[in-house]
């Protein structure tokens, strides 16, 4: 009896456990196959994405369609002052958001209160991000244009955009600083360095890679964002290059988005929205890319020699 | 009736226990004190982590400070170089003389305080800068601005923490490169580069293999003859070889100092006696 008890119950044990085996490597199996799916899906939209605008757009790229003016009330020629345009917004909208954000981050980080307030504070600087851009723009036409008089203009547009990517960059620097180890810290301190010394010396050139990282993702936010820009810095045409940061210009979002909808011959201008996008799409993809780079050779520097 | 008595019985215990630590408590006053703490309370918000620390840091002599995990030993090192001021919520009472001056006056900057006391942590916490850069740093955020003296200090101190002529040819090199015993000598020769008069030692060794324990044993009895030094250990046989006084810290008290031959051979508390010969902790 006994014997039969214990022969039946292995056999049990042993057919329970193959099940739980081939069950287990089913269900990796199903788990693999979705993820590999996905993968796939993702990729083969994005792929499919600029492979639309490449065929769509390729056609109207030239080295005149980069460097040129627009002609013929834009039925040809070049692009050159969106592209322009969108430089200058993008380089003065990281100057204006990059120091306060950092800044800002260090003063959370570092210096201010823990707690309540800190996760009030934190929690606002997220929501802030989550604001539509439409709002931001909103709000730059009524500060910026309005009450300080600054006008459609390059510094309105810039200003706006700013406030768009600061809160990028604070969260991302905060979170830079936030993977420094305590012990960095104390070693600093420990030799008698001061909390700004150790901060300007040993936290910010050890979070600068990540900084770096965080500020290009602004600049890539900032190039591609029309809303912000569409009642503060962007007109449809300018006859002629912008001349200071109170100069109305034209960006390359906002080209696309006026030549789609206002567009009088749609025949000639749709491809030269569609090569528009492809520009745009380019130099995001580059910005990113020597974003990468930098870090990865800041990074190799930092561990190598140190500096 | 009956709990009444133990109530009684457990008032009379603990006082009894904190007059005994009072008079186990056995400074030395053929010796100089650098460090003279008095009637020390700390506690981190509700929870007080020390109570009622008396006891003296002598000049050029080795004070090891024992006493099972989470008795406060971390707690009361940090407090002497003012490390515990970045802890939030702590309060500290009593007092700290360095040299006769009290280091929470007003008139003690803790900046200054760093200065002349070191501090070694656990986990050898070097930057991830050159191994030249690392003493330099102390020493340029210390005011020495000449290259050439710089350069001197370091190898100087690179000398005295016997890791030159390891790394005499990569000092320019990453100190991330380096073996966890030769980064624990690097944070002792970075420590020593700005001069201090005391280092405080916090489990120094607790990272290491037993050869980099035994140099750094070796090395921390050479420093003796130029500084004073506290030093917090786990190992009963390491508190014996390098210290000269031991204090037996137990859930925040301080329940014996003396010479530490003494404690090891005739500790006059039975929980000191227990600890060291590892009935409990
Ligand atoms: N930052 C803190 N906040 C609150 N309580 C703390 C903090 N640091 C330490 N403590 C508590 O204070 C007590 C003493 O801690 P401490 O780190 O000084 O112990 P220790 O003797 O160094 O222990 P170990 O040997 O494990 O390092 C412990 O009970 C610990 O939980
Ligand atoms: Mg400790």
């Not at chain 1, 199996?29 to 390729?58: D, E, P, Q």
């Not at chain 1, 707690?115 to 009524?142: E, K, Q």
């Not at chain 2, 006082?15 to 053929?30: F, G, H, Q, R, W």
Request: charged share 20%; hydrophobic share 45%; glycine share 6%.
């Amino acid at each position: 009896m006994i014997n039969a008890d214990t022969y039946k119950f292995s056999i049990f044990k042993i057919l329970t456990n193959s099940l739980c085996k081939t069950n287990k490597d089913i269900k990796q199996y199903i788990a693999f196959s979705v993820i590999k799916l996905t993968f796939f899906l993702t990729v083969s939209i994005l792929v499919g994405i600029i492979g639309f605008l490449i065929f769509k757009g390729a056609r109207v790229i030239s080295l005149d369609f980069i460097f040129k003016m627009p002609e013929n009330s834009m039925t040809s020629g070049g692009i050159f002052p969106a592209i322009l345009g969108t430089f200058y917004l993008v380089t003065l909208s990281v100057i204006f958001s990059a120091i306060p954000g950092i800044a800002c981050a260090i003063y959370l980080n570092e210096y201010g209160p823990k707690g309540f307030i800190s996760t009030l504070i934190r929690i606002s600087i997220n929501n802030l991000s989550g604001v539509p851009s439409i709002v931001f723009g909103l709000f730059g036409l009524a500060i910026f244009v309005k009450q300080l008089n600054f006008g459609i203009s390059i510094l309105s547009g810039s200003l706006t955009l700013s406030i768009v990517i600061l809160p990028i960059i604070i969260s991302s620097t905060r979170e830079a600083l936030m993977t420094i180890p305590q012990s960095m810290r104390e070693a600093s301190m420990a030799l008698g360095a001061s909390k700004w010394t150790t901060i300007w010396k040993i936290i910010l050139p050890q979070a600068l890679p990540s900084i770096m990282t965080a500020i290009i993702l602004g600049i890539g936010r900032a190039a591609g964002e029309t809303a912000p820009i569409l009642f503060t810095a962007a007109v449809f045409y300018s006859r002629e290059l912008p001349k200071s940061i109170f100069s109305e210009v034209m960006a390359l979002p906002y080209h696309i988005y006026a030549l789609i909808t206002e567009g009088t011959s749609p025949q000639q201008q749709i491809p030269i929205a569609y090569g528009c996008a492809l520009v745009l799409l380019f130099l995001v993809i580059i910005i990113s890319i020597s974003a990468i780079f930098i870090r990865q050779k800041q990074r190799s520097l930092y561990a190598k020699t140190g500096h | 009736m009956l709990k009444l008595d133990t109530e009684k019985k457990e008032h009379n215990f603990s006082y009894t226990s904190v007059k005994n630590a009072m008079e186990k408590v056995i400074l030395d006053p053929s010796q100089k004190a650098r460090i003279k703490v008095r009637n020390l309370n700390f506690s981190y918000g509700e929870k007080q982590a020390l109570k009622n620390i008396s006891l003296d840091i002598y000049e050029k002599k080795v004070t090891a400070i024992i006493g099972p995990s989470g008795c406060g030993k971390s707690t009361f090192i940090r407090i002497l170089n003012r490390m515990s001021d970045f802890t939030l919520s702590s309060k500290v009472e009593g007092e700290i003389l360095l040299d006769g001056k009290d280091i929470f006056s007003k008139d003690f900057s803790p900046v200054e305080l760093r200065k002349k006391v070191g501090m070694v942590f656990q986990k050898p916490n070097p930057f991830p800068k050159s191994i030249i850069e690392n003493i330099a740093y102390g020493l340029k955020i210390n005011g020495v601005k000449d290259k050439h003296k710089i350069e001197e200090k370091v190898i100087k101190s690179l000398k005295r923490a016997a890791l030159y002529e390891e790394i005499k040819n990569r000092i320019n090199e990453s100190a991330l490169g380096l073996s966890g015993g030769q980064q624990q000598r690097l944070c002792i020769a970075r420590c020593i580069a700005i001069e201090p008069e005391v280092i405080l030692f916090d489990e120094p060794c607790a990272s290491l293999d037993p050869i980099s324990t035994a140099k750094i044993e070796e090395l921390i009895l050479e420093l003796k003859n130029y500084y004073t030094i506290v030093i917090v250990t786990h190992n009963m046989q390491q508190a014996l070889r390098v210290s000269d006084y031991t204090a037996f810290f137990l859930m925040g008290e301080l329940i014996e100092f003396n010479e530490t031959k003494k404690i090891f051979e005739n500790p006059s508390d039975k929980r000191t006696e227990d600890y060291i010969t590892g009935r409990f902790g």
